[in-house]
């Protein structure tokens, strides 16, 4: 029982040939599995059932799940779309890139990507904007000598993304508040009455979608300063076929969400392996010892071995997004399978990230796997980024502050003559869906 699956529901059915997973609550499906324990479900699934099947995801339906890494490849097939994710979020995902496809999603892209490659982080100075923020957080750690650790770097994420969106301190308290109605919109059950998540969070986005309005007002005005929202609006109006306001504030938003729960839940996971391991920890201090300092350029990252196997490690064993969701517009064929038209799926990156066909003994957390390779990155090595169109644009950006936060915490603790020390359960209260992260009350001390 402690799988989370209704113990009155045991029929074996199938639909188009493939199993159904038995164990389906009425309403939310196998829900609250796939969040308390999404690794437990699919084994268990695996095992009964094979390496494909339907999961039920409640309100949203049934998804076609398959444990088959080829899988991964349905992320750059032409004939599958993302506007699933605006089925299941219309309130946060509808108007956004992350949810189009073909020539609206390139046009949208296109005009916000630049920024977050290499070269623009550099050309704006992104890594000197954050590395003293990173060491001032850390630093109040240290003093402080214990954290909960997921609350910490979710709050440390924000003020991140909100200055590099430009958004003066000043003005954070109010943002912070408002950013947490907005996240209840994922969760919020369908009931538009005073009070409830799904009236307050709505309230929450016409806030920060009015405000991010005025930002891009603003750099229209003072089309001469940097930033991340001025270097979009100007890209925006650049783009042949100009794109509404509506599609610009949108997309806004969606950096909001997609940079914070993601990078704030592998930081956290971060500190915990590094408390876990007292090895890695003694590596990445020597590492930062020889750095001297938080680097802040794309091109110092290549001095820090280390803190990327670390980014590397922690992002295989800890990925924030353990599934992407996607719909096949046309039939498709997988191996031997036919998938037919209309079909949605599900593609596991978690169990891939873990998979024994990928990865010797997957469930060690092993520094070695990156440290000792000599060939360049794929794209299976990073699919906890996704790959293809809607491979994750912050994937620089998030290595780059990984990277500098890991260096900024080795420095700072190691100066102090501290280490991080696991004071808690991370597995009780651990989640999986949406994004997937440690439990809420993890406690680290520096000791
Ligand atoms: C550890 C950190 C991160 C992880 C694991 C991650 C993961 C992902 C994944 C799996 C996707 C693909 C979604 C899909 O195919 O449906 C994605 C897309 C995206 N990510 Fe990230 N992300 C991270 C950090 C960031 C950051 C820091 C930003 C920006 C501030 C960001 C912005 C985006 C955007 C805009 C997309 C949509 C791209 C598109 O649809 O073309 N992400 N991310």
């Known amino acids: 029982m ?21 164990g389906a609550f009425p309403m939310v499906g196998h829900l609250p599995a796939i969040v308390c324990n999404l690794p437990r ?57 992350v949810a189009q496809d073909g020539g609206a999603h390139r046009q949208a892209r296109d005009a916000i990507q630049a920024a977050f490659l290499p070269t623009g982080l550099t ?15 850390v630093q109040a750690w240290c003093d402080r000598g214990e954290v909960a650790i997921l609350r910490e770097t979710g709050d440390l994420m924000l003020k991140l993304i909100f200055s590099l969106m430009g958004i003066p301190t000043q003005e954070l308290p109010g943002w912070h508040r408002k950013y ?22 709505r309230a929450a986005r016409d806030w920060i979608d009015a405000r991010l309005r005025e930002f891009v007002r603003a750099a229209r005005e003072h089309a001469a300063r940097t930033g991340l929202i001025n270097d979009m609006v100007s890209a925006f109006d650049r783009s042949d076929d100009v794109l509404s306001d509506d599609v610009l504030v949108a997309n806004i938003r969606l950096l909001l969400l997609g940079g914070h729960d993601t990078t704030a839940s592998t930081m956290a996971w971060m500190v915990i392996e590094l408390a876990r391991q007292p090895l890695v920890w003694d590596a990445l201090v020597a590492e930062a010892q020889r750095m001297g300092a938080v680097p802040t350029r794309h091109a110092d990252l290549a001095q820090c071995p280390v803190a990327e196997a670390l980014f590397r490690e922690t992002l295989r064993l800890h990925p924030p997004t353990p599934l992407l969701v996607r719909r096949a517009l046309r039939e498709l064929r997988l191996g031997q399978r036919r998938i037919p038209a209309g079909t949605d799926l599900c593609i596991p990156l978690l169990h891939f990230s873990t998979s024994a066909l990928l990865h010797e003994a997957p469930n060690q957390f092993r520094l070695a796997r990156w440290l000792q390779r000599s060939e360049p990155i794929r794209p299976m090595d990073m699919l906890q ?28 603790m190691h100066k102090a003559g501290v280490r991080p020390r696991l004071l808690s359960d991370v ?18 001390a520096f000791s």
């Not at 339907?54 to 490849?73: E, I, N, Y």
């Not at 169109?389 to 912050?394: A, E, I, K, L, R």
């Not at 009780?428 to 406690?443: C, D, E, F, Q, V």
């Open 2 to 22: 402690d799988m989370l699956l209704n113990p009155l529901n045991r029929r074996h059915r199938l639909r188009n040939d493939i199993p159904i997973l038995s």
């Open 41 to 97: 479900l699919l084994r268990h699934a695996e095992r009964t059932l094979g390496s494909h099947f339907w999961l039920d995801f409640g309100p949203v339906g049934q998804m076609m799940t398959w444990l088959d890494p080829d899988a991964f490849a349905l992320l750059r097939h032409k004939d599958v779309t993302s506007a699933l994710i605006e089925e299941i979020a219309p309130e946060l995902f509808r108007g956004t890139l």
């Open 123 to 137: 050309e704006a100075s992104i890594g000197d904007l954050l590395a003293p923020i990173i060491e001032a957080r």
């Open 180 to 201: 947490q109605q907005l996240l209840q919109l994922i969760i919020a059950p369908p009931l538009d009455l005073p009070g409830l998540p799904l009236r307050r969070g």
């Open 385 to 412: 980024f996704g790959t293809g169109p809607h491979v994750c644009m912050g994937y620089h950006l998030a290595w780059l502050e990984l990277v500098q936060f890991s260096i900024a915490l080795a420095l700072t």
């Open 427 to 444: 597995e009780k209260g651990r989640r999986y869906y949406p994004t997937a992260h440690p439990s809420m009350t993890s406690r680290i």
